[in-house]
Every structure is written in C-alpha cells, then in structure tokens.
C-alpha cells in the first residue's frame, strides 16, 4: 500500500484538507494538502481522530457518535433533550435533490413561512406530520457537482440520516456512490429516494439492482435500506420518503442540552458587500443568541443578528437550527466548528492562534522541511 494523499484521506475521514494538515502539524509533520502519506503517517491521523484503519484504502470511522458527541460533554448529560434531526440531501448531479426539497418545502413548510426563503442558504427548518403528529425536522441541500466534493463531505459529517437521490432513469453514478461512501465514513444512516419514477425510461429495479451490488440492500428485498420510489416533480412517494426519514431519526434518539452555550459547524461562509461575513451555522448543542462570543477557526466575533432560513431576524437558535449569522470579523472556512467565549480579547487570541498554527505549517510545507517543530513558532 503507497498510503493516500491528503485529499483522499480527507474525503474519507469526512474532513477538511486543514484540519489533517493541522493534526499533522501538531504532530511535527508538515505537509502539503497535495502531497501523498504513507501508511504510517495515514494510520497516524486515523488514530487522532480515533477512526480504526480496517484495510489498506478502507477507512471506517467507528463513530459518529464519536464525532457528533464531540459536541456533548458529560455536564449535559443531565440536560439533554430530545432536538431535530439534520437530514442531509445528496446524490448525482441533476438527480433531482433541490426539487425534492422544494417540493417538502412547499407542501409542509408551516403556513406564512413559504413566502420568504432566503436563497443561499441551503439549510430548511420543515414540520414533517406522519399519522396526526409534526416532527420537525432541518434539511440541507447539497450540490451534485462533482467540484462540491468538500461541500458533500461537510453534509455527511454533520447530518443524522442522509437520503441519497438516485434519478430512476439515470441510475448509480459517480457523486450517488460518493455521497454513499461519505455517509458510511461518518457512520451515518441512508434512506435512498429513487426519484423521477413519472419519467418514461423510469427503472426503480435496476436502481436497487445497482445498489445492493454496492452494498446497500433494499429493505423490499430483505436488506436494511429504506428505499423510496418518489416524483419530486408530481409529489408521489414523499410523503412516504418522510416517514421513513422519521423513523430512522426516532431510532436515533437525537438529544442535546439547550441551555448551555451553543458548539456546532459551520456549514456556509461569504462576504456580503453590504452587511459584512455571513456564515451559517448548525447549532449542534447548546444554544447560540445574539450578543454572544463566537470563535470560528480563524475568525472571531460578536454575533450582531441571527436570521433564520426565512431570512427572519431570530433571537436565539436551538440544537439542529441552522442560521445565519453577522458580526465576525472575517469570513470563516466551511467545515470549521465553532464555539463561544465569555471574552472577545480571548476569541481573539484564540483565533490569532489557530491562524499562527496555519501559516507556520503551510509556510513550513511551502519550504519542504520534512519536519518542523512545535518551537518553531512557540
Ligand atoms: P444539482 O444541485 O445540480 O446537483 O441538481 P439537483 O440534484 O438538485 O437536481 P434538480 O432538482 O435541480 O433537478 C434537475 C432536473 O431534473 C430539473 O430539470 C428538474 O425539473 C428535473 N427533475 C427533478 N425531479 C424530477 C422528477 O421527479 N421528475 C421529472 N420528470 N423531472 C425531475
Ligand atoms: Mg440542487
């Protein structure tokens, strides 16, 4: 085995090229994110994020549960409450997701709501109802592209189920396989919506063919995977798609403490010319309210409005709420988590820190030292 480069290595971990950078770093290993890792160096960063190797090339991380409660600690423990969950929207490109999600949008967003989304921000808070009851739960698009890999890595790492569209007239392809690879990395549970069924050409049985050659077998046959047969275009099958997705989410037993201050992932970053850094956050614990202290990796700052995914000012957001937020003093890097400090001169420094630790390694790689130490930049 030749080992992998960064950029696999981070595709498969459900990462960010930086953070393998950082971890390596830290170890005193300077890399580049186009460089190849050996075996050793590739076991080494898997260790870190406690992920077991199971072959050469198959990566498994253990443990979402791991990743996600990094976002728990043992003080919340007697404060958890149950929170909706994050579904995740991935698949081929043109495979239909932003039409599927539309369609949930429209037809079960509440009331007064459906007027004003806010383009932009791929994340949707939608009162699912199955038999009399309202589930709610938060959507995120994702792109199909296949440029959006880092995007699709990010959905898979901070979602609880992840439905993988797959156009019944198109079948398995590239993305569909790699947003499957990307949600069994983070140990994250599939619901399959075959869709275009109202298509001439429509073939659902060689798409669960296709997919239970790769591992995924259909529940209709024995297997256990929720595979639905939907129109996005004429609505069919959604409203089963959605019970299946609250079943899988209720066998979850999604839980966090709102009443700490708020952790979670930011999932978008850009510059609005007139109101400054945007980034959407997904609060996954705790709860994040205007006023409050925000680090996010290099970035830092008080968060002046929060807004919500109808583009409404809110004043606070809950566990598995994603918003948007102002008041940081740059644009953060998609993928970083985020945390809150009592002190802005603390975030600052923290922040100025983990900028610090960036520059030193990619100026350390850039001069092709093998190695560099933690002195270096002490
Ligand atoms: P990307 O975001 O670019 O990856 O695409 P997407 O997966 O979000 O696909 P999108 O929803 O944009 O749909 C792609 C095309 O397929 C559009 O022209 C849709 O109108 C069409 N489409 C989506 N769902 C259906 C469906 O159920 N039936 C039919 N006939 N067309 C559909
Ligand atoms: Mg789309």
Not at 35 to 49: G, M, N, S
Not at 123 to 137: I, K, L, Q, R
């Amino acid at each position: 085995p030749e080992g992998m480069s960064c950029q696999d290595l981070a595709a498969a971990l459900a990462l960010n090229d930086s953070e393998i950078v950082k971890v390596l770093f830290m170890k005193g290993i300077a890399i580049t994110v186009n460089q190849t890792l050996d075996e050793d160096t590739v076991k080494l960063v898997c260790k870190e994020f406690e992920v077991e190797v199971v072959e050469a090339g198959t990566i498994r991380v253990e443990d979402l549960a791991k990743k996600s409660n990094t976002f728990i600690d043992d003080e919340d423990l007697e404060h958890l409450e149950s929170r909706p969950p994050v579904v995740t929207i991935m698949g081929h490109v043109d495979h239909g997701k932003t039409s599927l999600l539309d369609f949930i949008r429209k037809t079960k967003v509440a009331a007064g709501e459906a007027g004003g989304i806010t383009q932009g921000i791929g994340a949707y808070s939608v009162d699912v109802t199955v038999e009399g009851e309202v589930h709610p739960c938060v959507f995120l698009d994702t792109p199909g592209h296949e440029a959006f890999s880092a995007m699709r890595a990010r959905g898979a790492r901070v979602t609880d189920i992840a439905v993988v569209v797959v156009a019944a007239d198109d079948g398995v392809r590239p993305q569909t396989l790699e947003a499957i690879a990307h949600a069994k990395a983070a140990d994250v549970p599939i619901v399959i919506a075959i869709n275009k069924i109202d298509k001439d050409g429509a073939n659902a049985d060689v798409v669960m063919q296709e997919l239970s050659s790769h591992g995924l077998m259909p529940e209709e046959w024995g297997g256990d995977i929720p595979m639905v047969k939907v129109s996005a275009k004429k609505g069919t099958g959604v409203d089963s798609l959605l019970e299946n997705v609250v079943l899988v989410a209720e066998l979850q037993e999604l839980s966090a403490n709102p009443e700490r201050t708020a952790k979670g992932t930011v999932i978008e970053a850009s510059l609005d010319k007139a109101r400054g850094p945007l980034a959407t956050l997904l609060v996954q614990n705790g709860t994040l309210r205007k006023g409050d202290i925000v680090l996010c990796g290099e970035t830092y700052g008080k968060v002046r409005a929060l807004m919500d995914h109808t583009g409404a000012r809110v004043d606070e957001a809950r566990p598995s709420a994603a918003v948007q937020i102002l008041g940081l003093n740059e644009v953060p890097v998609a993928g970083d988590e985020f945390e809150i400090f009592d002190s802005l001169d603390v975030a600052r420094s923290k922040a100025q820190e983990h900028a610090e630790v960036m520059r030193q390694s990619r100026l350390a790689a850039q001069a092709g030292e093998g190695k560099v130490t933690l002195h270096s930049f002490a």
